[in-house]
Protein backbone atom coordinates (compact mmCIF):
# COMPACT_ATOMS: atom_id res chain seq x y z
CA UNK A 1 0.00 0.00 0.00
CA UNK A 2 1.04 3.30 -1.02
CA UNK A 3 -0.02 5.89 1.37
CA UNK A 4 -1.06 9.01 -1.00
CA UNK A 5 -3.60 10.81 0.93
CA UNK A 6 -3.79 10.32 4.89
CA UNK A 7 -7.11 12.33 5.03
CA UNK A 8 -8.86 9.59 3.09
CA UNK A 9 -11.69 7.96 5.09
CA UNK A 10 -10.97 4.01 4.56
CA UNK A 11 -7.75 2.67 3.06
CA UNK A 12 -9.00 -0.56 0.78
CA UNK A 13 -6.17 -2.93 1.52
CA UNK A 14 -4.84 -5.44 -1.80
CA UNK A 15 -3.80 -8.38 -0.82
CA UNK A 16 -0.25 -7.44 -0.06
CA UNK A 17 -1.06 -5.57 2.70
CA UNK A 18 -1.93 -5.55 6.48
CA UNK A 19 -2.13 -3.89 9.23
CA UNK A 20 1.70 -4.01 9.90
CA UNK A 21 2.72 -2.95 6.45
CA UNK A 22 0.21 0.29 6.77
CA UNK A 23 1.66 1.36 10.20
CA UNK A 24 5.38 0.92 8.19
CA UNK A 25 4.15 3.03 5.58
CA UNK A 26 3.07 5.90 7.61
CA UNK A 27 5.54 5.78 10.51
CA UNK A 28 7.88 5.96 8.17
CA UNK A 29 7.13 8.24 5.33
CA UNK A 30 9.07 10.73 7.54
CA UNK A 31 5.93 12.76 7.49
CA UNK A 32 4.84 11.40 10.45
CA UNK A 33 5.40 12.79 14.35
CA UNK A 34 2.36 12.03 16.30
CA UNK A 35 0.96 8.95 17.80
CA UNK A 36 -1.84 7.29 15.56
CA UNK A 37 -4.18 4.30 15.40
CA UNK A 38 -4.73 1.60 12.52
CA UNK A 39 -8.55 0.71 12.83
CA UNK A 40 -8.82 -2.56 10.78
CA UNK A 41 -12.47 -2.81 9.86
CA UNK A 42 -12.09 -6.54 9.32
CA UNK A 43 -11.62 -7.35 12.69
CA UNK A 44 -14.85 -5.98 13.58
CA UNK A 45 -16.30 -8.10 10.95
CA UNK A 46 -14.73 -11.61 11.91
CA UNK A 47 -15.80 -11.08 15.79
CA UNK A 48 -19.00 -10.72 14.16
CA UNK A 49 -19.08 -13.98 12.40
CA UNK A 50 -17.61 -15.66 16.02
CA UNK A 51 -20.07 -14.43 17.75
CA UNK A 52 -22.94 -15.34 15.41
CA UNK A 53 -21.21 -18.67 15.37
CA UNK A 54 -20.65 -19.37 19.01
CA UNK A 55 -23.90 -17.93 20.93
CA UNK A 56 -26.59 -18.05 18.24
CA UNK A 57 -29.61 -17.23 20.40
CA UNK A 58 -27.58 -14.05 21.61
CA UNK A 59 -28.61 -10.55 19.68
CA UNK A 60 -25.53 -8.59 20.45
CA UNK A 61 -25.99 -4.58 21.58
CA UNK A 62 -22.62 -3.04 21.44
CA UNK A 63 -21.69 -1.14 24.29
CA UNK A 64 -21.36 2.17 22.72
CA UNK A 65 -18.83 3.68 25.84
CA UNK A 66 -16.27 0.98 24.82
CA UNK A 67 -15.38 2.92 21.85
CA UNK A 68 -17.58 5.16 20.33
CA UNK A 69 -15.55 6.07 16.78
CA UNK A 70 -18.37 6.79 14.41
CA UNK A 71 -16.60 3.97 11.51
CA UNK A 72 -17.00 1.39 14.45
CA UNK A 73 -20.56 2.57 15.07
CA UNK A 74 -21.37 2.73 11.26
CA UNK A 75 -19.80 -0.95 10.93
CA UNK A 76 -21.92 -2.30 13.42
CA UNK A 77 -25.01 -0.72 12.16
CA UNK A 78 -24.29 -2.33 9.06
CA UNK A 79 -23.67 -5.94 10.59
CA UNK A 80 -27.53 -5.23 11.74
CA UNK A 81 -26.82 -5.26 15.23
CA UNK A 82 -28.19 -3.37 18.25
CA UNK A 83 -26.70 -0.81 20.60
CA UNK A 84 -26.48 -0.14 24.41
CA UNK A 85 -26.45 3.16 25.07
CA UNK A 86 -25.19 5.16 28.27
CA UNK A 87 -26.68 8.74 27.68
CA UNK A 88 -28.61 10.99 25.24
CA UNK A 89 -25.57 12.05 23.46
CA UNK A 90 -24.43 8.05 22.66
CA UNK A 91 -28.23 7.78 21.57
CA UNK A 92 -28.09 10.65 19.23
CA UNK A 93 -24.88 9.53 17.63
CA UNK A 94 -26.90 5.61 17.11
CA UNK A 95 -29.44 7.31 16.00
CA UNK A 96 -27.18 9.68 13.63
CA UNK A 97 -26.31 6.51 11.46
CA UNK A 98 -29.66 5.64 10.31
CA UNK A 99 -30.17 2.99 13.46
CA UNK A 100 -33.87 2.56 14.23
CA UNK A 101 -34.63 3.54 17.73
CA UNK A 102 -36.01 0.14 18.68
CA UNK A 103 -31.98 -1.22 18.25
CA UNK A 104 -31.60 0.34 21.28
CA UNK A 105 -31.13 -0.13 24.89
CA UNK A 106 -30.87 2.44 27.77
CA UNK A 107 -29.22 0.48 29.83
CA UNK A 108 -27.60 3.32 32.48
CA UNK A 109 -29.53 2.21 35.83
CA UNK A 110 -29.55 5.79 36.60
CA UNK A 111 -30.52 8.53 34.55
CA UNK A 112 -30.49 12.18 34.27
CA UNK A 113 -34.32 13.30 34.20
CA UNK A 114 -33.12 15.41 30.53
CA UNK A 115 -31.74 11.67 29.51
CA UNK A 116 -34.95 9.90 30.36
CA UNK A 117 -36.93 12.75 27.99
CA UNK A 118 -34.96 12.79 25.19
CA UNK A 119 -35.05 8.77 24.88
CA UNK A 120 -38.99 9.24 25.43
CA UNK A 121 -38.83 11.90 22.41
CA UNK A 122 -36.91 10.19 20.18
CA UNK A 123 -38.51 6.91 20.79
CA UNK A 124 -36.06 5.08 22.76
CA UNK A 125 -38.09 2.86 24.85
CA UNK A 126 -35.95 0.23 26.72
CA UNK A 127 -34.40 1.46 29.36
CA UNK A 128 -32.86 -0.53 32.71
CA UNK A 129 -33.46 0.25 36.38
CA UNK A 130 -32.42 -0.86 39.53
CA UNK A 131 -33.69 1.28 42.13
CA UNK A 132 -37.06 2.84 43.78
CA UNK A 133 -36.43 6.07 42.89
CA UNK A 134 -35.57 5.35 39.36
CA UNK A 135 -38.84 3.73 38.84
CA UNK A 136 -41.02 6.59 39.95
CA UNK A 137 -38.86 8.61 37.78
CA UNK A 138 -39.16 6.52 34.21
CA UNK A 139 -43.25 6.78 35.55
CA UNK A 140 -43.17 10.28 35.59
CA UNK A 141 -40.57 10.97 32.86
CA UNK A 142 -41.46 8.00 30.25
CA UNK A 143 -44.58 6.27 31.69
CA UNK A 144 -44.56 4.14 28.44
CA UNK A 145 -41.26 3.43 28.70
CA UNK A 146 -40.35 -0.84 28.27
CA UNK A 147 -38.63 -1.41 31.93
CA UNK A 148 -35.61 -4.07 32.46
CA UNK A 149 -34.49 -4.86 36.15
CA UNK A 150 -31.65 -4.56 36.37
CA UNK A 151 -30.24 -7.48 39.15
CA UNK A 152 -26.74 -7.69 40.96
CA UNK A 153 -24.45 -10.90 39.93
CA UNK A 154 -20.80 -10.30 40.09
CA UNK A 155 -18.12 -12.08 39.07
CA UNK A 156 -15.01 -13.51 40.87
CA UNK A 157 -12.90 -12.23 38.84
CA UNK A 158 -13.29 -9.23 36.17
CA UNK A 159 -11.39 -6.59 34.66
CA UNK A 160 -13.79 -4.08 36.01
CA UNK A 161 -16.20 -4.82 38.96
CA UNK A 162 -19.67 -2.74 38.22
CA UNK A 163 -21.80 -4.64 41.15
CA UNK A 164 -20.89 -2.05 43.45
CA UNK A 165 -22.78 0.55 41.64
CA UNK A 166 -25.40 -0.97 39.84
CA UNK A 167 -27.96 -3.93 40.11
CA UNK A 168 -30.40 -4.58 42.99
CA UNK A 169 -30.05 -8.42 44.87
CA UNK A 170 -31.80 -10.41 42.74
CA UNK A 171 -33.60 -12.32 46.09
CA UNK A 172 -34.85 -9.32 48.39
CA UNK A 173 -34.66 -6.25 46.37
CA UNK A 174 -35.68 -7.28 43.01
CA UNK A 175 -39.27 -8.90 43.83
CA UNK A 176 -40.32 -5.62 45.56
CA UNK A 177 -39.40 -3.72 42.62
CA UNK A 178 -41.22 -5.86 40.25
CA UNK A 179 -44.26 -5.17 42.17
CA UNK A 180 -43.87 -1.98 42.91
CA UNK A 181 -43.32 -1.31 39.09
CA UNK A 182 -47.01 -2.89 39.18
CA UNK A 183 -48.48 -0.27 41.64
CA UNK A 184 -46.76 2.53 39.14
CA UNK A 185 -48.43 0.65 36.19
CA UNK A 186 -45.41 0.10 34.04
CA UNK A 187 -44.46 -2.38 31.94
CA UNK A 188 -41.61 -4.51 33.25
CA UNK A 189 -40.26 -6.43 29.74
CA UNK A 190 -37.64 -8.17 31.16
CA UNK A 191 -34.40 -9.08 32.96
CA UNK A 192 -30.66 -7.67 32.90
CA UNK A 193 -27.57 -8.16 34.60
CA UNK A 194 -23.97 -7.51 34.29
CA UNK A 195 -21.49 -9.81 35.89
CA UNK A 196 -18.35 -7.45 35.44
CA UNK A 197 -16.09 -6.07 32.41
CA UNK A 198 -13.73 -8.11 31.20
CA UNK A 199 -15.19 -11.46 32.90
CA UNK A 200 -12.88 -14.60 33.89
CA UNK A 201 -15.33 -16.56 35.91
CA UNK A 202 -17.86 -17.97 33.02
CA UNK A 203 -19.91 -19.96 35.59
CA UNK A 204 -21.30 -16.89 36.72
CA UNK A 205 -23.58 -16.50 33.95
CA UNK A 206 -25.00 -19.36 34.87
CA UNK A 207 -25.97 -18.24 37.90
CA UNK A 208 -27.33 -15.06 36.79
CA UNK A 209 -29.27 -16.61 34.03
CA UNK A 210 -30.88 -18.68 36.59
CA UNK A 211 -32.04 -16.22 38.97
CA UNK A 212 -33.43 -14.14 36.17
CA UNK A 213 -35.50 -17.18 35.61
CA UNK A 214 -37.00 -17.02 38.70
CA UNK A 215 -37.58 -13.17 38.61
CA UNK A 216 -39.17 -13.65 34.83
CA UNK A 217 -41.70 -16.48 36.57
CA UNK A 218 -42.55 -14.06 39.46
CA UNK A 219 -43.17 -11.05 37.12
CA UNK A 220 -45.56 -13.28 35.00
CA UNK A 221 -47.47 -14.59 38.26
CA UNK A 222 -47.84 -10.58 39.13
CA UNK A 223 -49.19 -10.04 35.40
CA UNK A 224 -46.99 -9.02 33.72
CA UNK A 225 -45.82 -10.46 30.30
CA UNK A 226 -41.96 -10.67 29.82
CA UNK A 227 -40.07 -11.12 27.16
CA UNK A 228 -35.94 -9.81 26.97
CA UNK A 229 -33.11 -11.51 28.76
CA UNK A 230 -30.69 -9.00 28.81
CA UNK A 231 -26.87 -10.93 30.15
CA UNK A 232 -24.67 -7.96 29.68
CA UNK A 233 -21.15 -7.96 28.75
CA UNK A 234 -17.95 -8.90 30.05
CA UNK A 235 -16.52 -10.85 27.05
CA UNK A 236 -12.92 -11.04 26.45
CA UNK A 237 -11.79 -9.29 22.97
CA UNK A 238 -7.77 -8.93 22.91
CA UNK A 239 -6.23 -11.46 20.46
CA UNK A 240 -5.82 -14.90 21.33
CA UNK A 241 -8.61 -15.10 23.58
CA UNK A 242 -11.51 -16.47 23.45
CA UNK A 243 -15.33 -16.60 24.66
CA UNK A 244 -15.82 -20.36 23.64
CA UNK A 245 -15.90 -20.81 27.97
CA UNK A 246 -18.86 -18.22 28.03
CA UNK A 247 -20.81 -19.19 25.04
CA UNK A 248 -20.57 -23.11 26.54
CA UNK A 249 -22.01 -21.43 29.86
CA UNK A 250 -24.77 -19.12 28.06
CA UNK A 251 -25.73 -21.77 26.22
CA UNK A 252 -26.49 -24.56 28.36
CA UNK A 253 -28.16 -22.04 30.87
CA UNK A 254 -30.43 -20.79 28.27
CA UNK A 255 -31.62 -24.13 27.28
CA UNK A 256 -32.21 -25.19 30.83
CA UNK A 257 -33.96 -22.20 32.25
CA UNK A 258 -35.12 -20.57 28.74
CA UNK A 259 -36.06 -22.86 26.24
CA UNK A 260 -37.82 -20.73 24.45
CA UNK A 261 -38.26 -18.58 21.57
CA UNK A 262 -41.14 -16.00 23.16
CA UNK A 263 -38.06 -15.01 25.26
CA UNK A 264 -35.41 -12.35 23.21
CA UNK A 265 -31.63 -12.65 24.78
CA UNK A 266 -29.60 -9.82 23.94
CA UNK A 267 -25.93 -9.00 25.39
CA UNK A 268 -24.25 -5.84 25.98
CA UNK A 269 -20.55 -6.64 24.37
CA UNK A 270 -17.99 -3.83 23.77
CA UNK A 271 -14.45 -4.88 23.91
CA UNK A 272 -14.89 -8.15 22.56
CA UNK A 273 -15.85 -5.89 19.23
CA UNK A 274 -13.41 -3.52 19.32
CA UNK A 275 -10.04 -4.80 21.52
CA UNK A 276 -7.91 -6.54 18.69
CA UNK A 277 -9.21 -4.03 16.25
CA UNK A 278 -7.03 -0.76 16.81
CA UNK A 279 -3.46 -0.82 16.71
CA UNK A 280 -1.06 2.30 18.47
CA UNK A 281 1.96 3.47 16.48
CA UNK A 282 3.68 5.48 19.15
CA UNK A 283 6.89 6.55 18.50
CA UNK A 284 9.94 8.13 20.74
CA UNK A 285 11.09 11.31 21.53
CA UNK A 286 13.39 11.75 24.19
CA UNK A 287 15.40 9.06 25.69
CA UNK A 288 17.31 8.68 29.45
CA UNK A 289 20.03 6.32 30.05
CA UNK A 290 20.57 5.44 34.01
CA UNK A 291 24.36 4.80 34.24
CA UNK A 292 25.45 2.01 36.78
CA UNK A 293 27.02 2.19 39.78
CA UNK A 294 30.45 3.29 41.34
CA UNK A 295 31.97 0.05 39.89
CA UNK A 296 30.73 0.74 36.40
CA UNK A 297 30.22 4.21 36.04
CA UNK A 298 29.93 4.05 32.35
CA UNK A 299 27.84 0.56 31.96
CA UNK A 300 23.79 1.41 31.22
CA UNK A 301 21.47 -0.29 33.87
CA UNK A 302 18.26 1.06 32.68
CA UNK A 303 16.76 2.94 29.46
CA UNK A 304 13.64 5.24 29.93
CA UNK A 305 11.81 6.16 27.19
CA UNK A 306 9.32 8.83 26.00
CA UNK A 307 6.81 8.05 23.77
CA UNK A 308 4.37 10.24 22.11
CA UNK A 309 1.05 8.93 24.05
CA UNK A 310 0.85 8.27 27.64
CA UNK A 311 -2.00 8.02 30.45
CA UNK A 312 -3.60 11.21 30.35
CA UNK A 313 -4.18 9.96 26.36
CA UNK A 314 -4.64 6.29 24.83
CA UNK A 315 -3.15 4.58 28.28
CA UNK A 316 -5.73 5.67 30.50
CA UNK A 317 -6.81 2.26 30.17
CA UNK A 318 -4.01 0.99 32.59
CA UNK A 319 -5.63 3.43 35.06
CA UNK A 320 -9.50 2.82 34.12
CA UNK A 321 -9.51 -0.60 32.99
CA UNK A 322 -7.18 -2.20 34.67
CA UNK A 323 -5.34 -3.26 31.14
CA UNK A 324 -1.67 -4.37 30.48
CA UNK A 325 0.05 -2.95 27.70
CA UNK A 326 2.93 -5.21 25.94
CA UNK A 327 5.20 -2.78 23.78
CA UNK A 328 6.26 -4.01 20.60
CA UNK A 329 9.47 -2.43 18.42
CA UNK A 330 8.71 -1.79 14.96
CA UNK A 331 11.85 -2.53 14.23
CA UNK A 332 13.75 -5.56 15.28
CA UNK A 333 16.71 -5.10 17.08
CA UNK A 334 19.86 -7.08 18.27
CA UNK A 335 22.53 -7.66 20.78
CA UNK A 336 21.75 -7.73 24.96
CA UNK A 337 18.71 -6.84 26.23
CA UNK A 338 18.22 -3.67 28.70
CA UNK A 339 16.26 -2.84 31.39
CA UNK A 340 13.98 -0.44 30.37
CA UNK A 341 10.83 1.53 31.34
CA UNK A 342 8.42 3.68 28.86
CA UNK A 343 6.68 7.10 29.79
CA UNK A 344 4.29 9.57 28.18
CA UNK A 345 4.83 12.59 27.07
CA UNK A 346 3.16 15.04 30.24
CA UNK A 347 4.91 16.72 32.81
CA UNK A 348 3.14 14.13 35.14
CA UNK A 349 5.42 11.76 37.23
CA UNK A 350 2.04 9.33 37.03
CA UNK A 351 2.47 9.16 33.71
CA UNK A 352 4.22 5.76 33.07
CA UNK A 353 2.92 3.51 30.48
CA UNK A 354 5.35 0.27 30.82
CA UNK A 355 7.33 0.16 34.09
CA UNK A 356 10.03 -2.66 33.47
CA UNK A 357 10.67 -4.49 30.28
CA UNK A 358 13.13 -5.73 28.63
CA UNK A 359 14.14 -4.23 25.32
CA UNK A 360 17.24 -4.24 22.82
CA UNK A 361 18.58 -0.68 22.62
CA UNK A 362 16.38 1.68 21.27
CA UNK A 363 17.09 5.42 19.37
CA UNK A 364 15.04 8.61 19.08
CA UNK A 365 12.55 8.83 16.31
CA UNK A 366 12.08 5.12 16.77
CA UNK A 367 8.44 3.60 16.72
CA UNK A 368 6.65 1.18 19.25
CA UNK A 369 3.59 -0.66 18.44
CA UNK A 370 0.99 -1.38 21.08
CA UNK A 371 -1.67 -3.81 20.03
CA UNK A 372 -4.94 -4.38 21.81
CA UNK A 373 -5.90 -0.66 21.83
CA UNK A 374 -9.34 -0.53 20.95
CA UNK A 375 -11.15 -0.71 24.70
CA UNK A 376 -11.53 2.12 26.88
CA UNK A 377 -9.11 4.24 25.80
CA UNK A 378 -10.37 6.87 22.89
CA UNK A 379 -13.23 7.61 24.55
CA UNK A 380 -11.03 8.71 27.76
CA UNK A 381 -8.32 9.90 26.24
CA UNK A 382 -7.82 13.74 26.73
CA UNK A 383 -4.98 16.58 25.21
CA UNK A 384 -4.00 17.10 28.82
CA UNK A 385 -0.76 19.22 28.41
CA UNK A 386 -1.40 19.89 24.92
CA UNK A 387 -0.44 16.46 23.75
CA UNK A 388 -3.00 15.26 20.98
CA UNK A 389 -5.56 12.59 20.37
CA UNK A 390 -4.10 10.25 18.50
CA UNK A 391 -5.44 10.25 14.75
CA UNK A 392 -7.67 6.75 13.54
CA UNK A 393 -6.18 5.65 10.27
CA UNK A 394 -9.05 2.89 9.22
CA UNK A 395 -8.25 0.27 6.50
CA UNK A 396 -10.22 -2.78 5.04
CA UNK A 397 -8.91 -5.45 2.70
CA UNK A 398 -10.73 -5.89 -0.82
CA UNK A 399 -12.67 -9.04 0.58
CA UNK A 400 -14.43 -7.18 3.46
CA UNK A 401 -15.12 -3.86 1.70
CA UNK A 402 -17.04 -5.78 -0.99
Known amino acids: ??????????????????????????????????????????????KHQIWKEKMPRVSPYYAVKCNDNLVVIEV????????????????????????????????????PASHIRHAAAVGVDAMTADNESELHKIKKLHPSAKVVIRIRCDAEVAQCQLGMKFGCDPIYEAP?????????????????????????????????????????????????????????GG??????????????????????????????????????????AFTLATSIHSKRSVRGDENSPNTITHNMYYINDGVYGSFNCLLYDHQHVTPIPLKKGCGKMIPSSIWGPTCDGLDQVVENVMLHEMELGDWIIFENMGAYTLPVASPFN????????????????L
Open 1 to 46: MKVTNLDERIHVLDSASNVTTVIKDIALSGMQEEAFYVLDIGDIVR
Open 76 to 111: LAALGIGFDCASKSEINKVLSVGVDSSRIIFANPAK
Open 176 to 232: NLLRLARVLGLNVIGISFHVGSGCQDPPVFYRAIRESKILFDLATDLGFKPYLLDIG
Open 235 to 276: YPGNKGTSIDKIANVVNDALDEFFNTDAVHIIAEPGRFYVAS
Open 386 to 401: GFPVPKVHIVADETIW
